[in-house]
């Protein structure tokens, strides 16, 4: 196993058995949906995290399919330590409809017709595509997620996923995104999709069988696409005016310069990953993604429940930080919790792939933050202080617990009973509780970080902490096993 | 005559009888080059501004070829009364060479096959461009340009002029241009080249006796390039997220949002105008463009000697302002005179062809705001103050002036006397000069604008005025004709 790393992982394959009615109107009878999960589901599967994909991704998103393999396409943010820590998290990533990369999409056989859809797939939406992942949720029995996340048109779906399902998460982290496609985004779009449609290879959609496939308007596409996910400065600083394997220009149409050749390996390669159909209905989704309504974002957005981190890149401009800054609004306008984060960064659209350092802390900091309300025990067992060590013992055994808080008659917080001091009071010959009790006591309140709570629970050894309100009043308890249930076992 | 505008007009070729040996080596047999001229040319031929086209323009900069024609492509800022003020300048504008105008390009007879160049043509550079310029401007019998202007790859040529022939121009406008091209500049030109040459029609360049002709990948380069030439604000301003011909989205993969169709159209329009090779050969030229020495811009723009106005849009990405501050910087570390103005503009980099107003404004100002300096005559000849009446007429009759200032004994200027004055002595029976000679005399100073001076000459009716230093001492003249000839004729 790479250090780390989440090691080697598989793609698994989910067939629904109910078809899938689409919000264009057509069915898809049949739906597969591939995905990787990493990390453990706690026991009330409370812990999962839903990571959404962007254009060109899939559903490998980290560790390894094998040793020489490269990464899935966000390993430096999911794995032991990282962001989305899978020591603590488990996390999903499923490959959209519509794709090609394991879920149903145009290379999927046609069941009516026993060959691939082709052209002939249904037209999807942002929408369908987060059906399709409720879907595969439900199987996985997760009903409300801890957190969806996700970047470029990966942010579109996590966004779109709170105003579905807004129960349906506590958090949300929404990067290099936007609420709306703009007409520049449907413009590049179409100019990809062109270049595909004007490929004589592309055969109306029906080249699967045949040799001569339609890589040239992919790679084309692939291209233009490219160009929008870089800034010029990176651009720049990486290829600047270098010349590719030559001292001077040759005045010819090769790829002269560095840029140019970069960028047709970029296209090429593509070729041999992607399907050109897949992004053709990709890019369709994209361009009708539209959160508004009545032409307000704010309205679009007013059904919301989640908490969001929004995040932007300085030097997008593709998805520019505008675009952030509209959906921040829009939430705070709702009077949603949201946090606004841009990134510094020359890298462009591709620096939430990139920027490891930066993305780990914002989103690691975001999806820690988890306040003591969050987690405590509401159903806290006390005891007053004027109870016997024998009365005391007998309760503790009886809840089944090891914290008593005791309380004055005023219902205010004395002291705390625990085993230990029954066993102490055992020891000196101790009949009343008030004798032995700890009276220095530690508490939380209800808005304390966990972390900040653990921390105190660490340096004082102990195994819970009485929640008490403004007023001394005692609200719940904070135990370790309920900060354990939460992250699946960290050590905090 | 359409009001305000040149008129009718049409396109002259010039048929050069020598060859012209390119950058890259290789040599044009024959030359022709497609031009237009606006506007009269002055007798010392000192009043021609030389008007470059960008990448898809052509000669015809302004006027209309018919009554029915759209005008010219720089229409907007060319005739009478507008910036390049046609009653006033003699404005030519020539089709590059490469282009597909009328100038030698990929359409042309190579004379050595007697079949049109095709991909045959000679790679070609802005060097090359301006070189074919120069043979133009000496078939004109003009050796030095009042001004050379351009926007875009127009102001690449400029910028080029200036280096090339630092003394054969006055002054020189640089538009939303660049010093060299940047990678997501030759990025995005390659798109456009990898569009037309996977297009099976191209058929290597060979498709001109065809009935196919590479529309599809031309139309795909112009939609690219016609996405970098607005900008995101000003797209959304004309057509946001609307749909094209329809209420709602029709889940199919024709042109749905209004974006795509008015690209669609954009690119298919181009293709009836334009010649994909002629597009190939012109962007490769822009690639090419670098005007830095040793990786510095200010080395390689310190052979120059124009005056500069360096003008930027602010919502251009294509070429940005920072690459106009960059050129300006570069100028002023030569201690070159430049004035640097950014067009607050939503419409991007096209915008120096849209914003009328504004360009007219700057450009007019920085045409006019010649200084006494630049035209006066400094073979200024005086009279002393104590000379007879008879020794000044003989004077003014053998230099040929209708004005000697007159200078005391320590060479101040004390007044000044013209044949008016000798025709007024002689009427009073005067002897001495000293007696007659105006001595409330209108000065100017060499940095007075020859707007400024003008006004004095009408306000006092005076047909000269005497150019003074700091000290008083007259270094120069400045008269009527001076003023004529340099603005052809212009009634200040």
Redesign the interface.
């Known amino acids: 196993m790479i250090k780390g790393s989440i090691g080697i992982v598989t793609t698994e394959l989910y067939h629904h058995p109910d078809p899938l009615i689409l919000e264009?109107?057509?069915v898809l009878s049949s739906l597969t949906v591939a995905y990787e999960t990493y990390g453990r589901l706690n026991r009330d599967k409370s812990n999962a995290i839903l990571v959404c994909h962007a254009l060109s991704g899939d559903a490998h998103a980290a560790g390894y399919h094998s040793r020489d393999d490269k990464p899935g396409w966000w390993d430096s943010v999911i794995g032991p330590k990282k962001a989305f820590d899978t020591d603590h998290y488990f996390v999903i990533c499923s490959n959209v409809i519509g794709g090609c990369k394991g879920s149903t999409g145009p290379m999927s056989i046609n069941p009516s017709t026993r060959k691939p859809y082709g052209?002939d797939f249904?037209?999807i939406t942002i929408g369908d595509v987060v059906h399709a992942q409720k879907i595969l949720l439900e199987h996985l029995g997760i009903t409300r997620l801890y957190a969806v996340a996700g970047g470029s048109m990966g942010g579109m779906q996590a966004l779109q996923w709170t105003v579905e399902y807004p129960d349906a998460m506590k958090k949300a982290i929404i990067i290099a995104a936007a609420g709306?496609?703009?007409?520049?985004q449907?413009?590049?779009n179409?100019?990809g999709?062109?270049?595909i449609?004007?490929?004589?290879n592309w055969n109306k959609g029906n080249y699967y069988a045949s040799e001569e496939k339609p890589v040239?308007?992919l790679?084309?596409a692939r291209?233009?696409g490219h160009?929008t996910y870089?800034s010029?400065e990176s651009?720049?600083e990486?290829?600047?005016?270098a010349l590719q394997g030559k001292d001077r220009?040759g005045?010819?149409?090769s790829?002269?310069?560095?840029?140019?050749s970069y960028?047709?390996h970029q296209?090429d390669t593509f070729t041999k990953r992607f399907d050109a159909n897949s992004y053709?209905f990709i890019t369709?989704a994209i361009?009708?993604f539209?959160l508004t309504r009545d032409g307000s974002l704010a309205k679009g957005l007013a059904g919301t429940k989640a908490s969001f981190l929004v995040i932007s890149i300085s030097s997008d401009?593709l998805y520019?930080p505008s675009q952030s800054e509209e959906i921040t609004a829009a939430l705070a306008a709702n009077g949603r919790e949201v946090q606004f984060n841009e990134v510094k960064s020359n890298f462009g659209h591709d620096a939430f792939l990139l920027e490891s350092g930066q993305m780990n802390h914002l989103m690691g900091r975001f999806l820690t933050s988890t306040v003591v309300r969050d987690v405590m025990d509401r159903n806290v067992q006390t005891i007053d202080e004027g109870t016997t060590i024998a009365v005391a013992a007998r309760r503790l055994v009886t809840e089944g617990t090891n914290h008593l808080p005791v309380l004055s008659h005023d219902n205010h917080l004395t002291g705390i009973v625990t085993s230990w001091d029954i066993a102490k009071a055992v020891a000196s010959n101790c009949l009343w509780l008030d004798e032995i009790m700890s009276r220095d006591v530690v508490t939380t309140t209800p808005d304390e970080t966990i972390e900040k709570a653990a921390h105190k629970m660490e340096k004082h050894s102990l195994s819970a902490l009485p929640v008490v309100d403004s007023e001394g009043k005692v609200i719940g308890l904070l135990t370790a096993e309920s900060l354990s249930s939460l992250i699946g076992g960290r050590q905090l």
């Not at 709306?180 to 520049?184: G, L």
């Not at 449609?197 to 004589?200: I, T």
């Open positions: 264009g109107g057509e052209a249904p037209v709306y496609s703009t007409p520049q449907i413009a590049f179409e100019v999709r062109r270049a449609l004007s490929d004589p040239q308007g790679a084309l291209m233009v160009i870089l010029n651009m720049h990486k290829f600047g005016r220009v005045f010819d149409f790829a002269e310069f560095a840029i140019e960028l047709h296209g053709l369709k361009d009708y539209d401009w520019p």
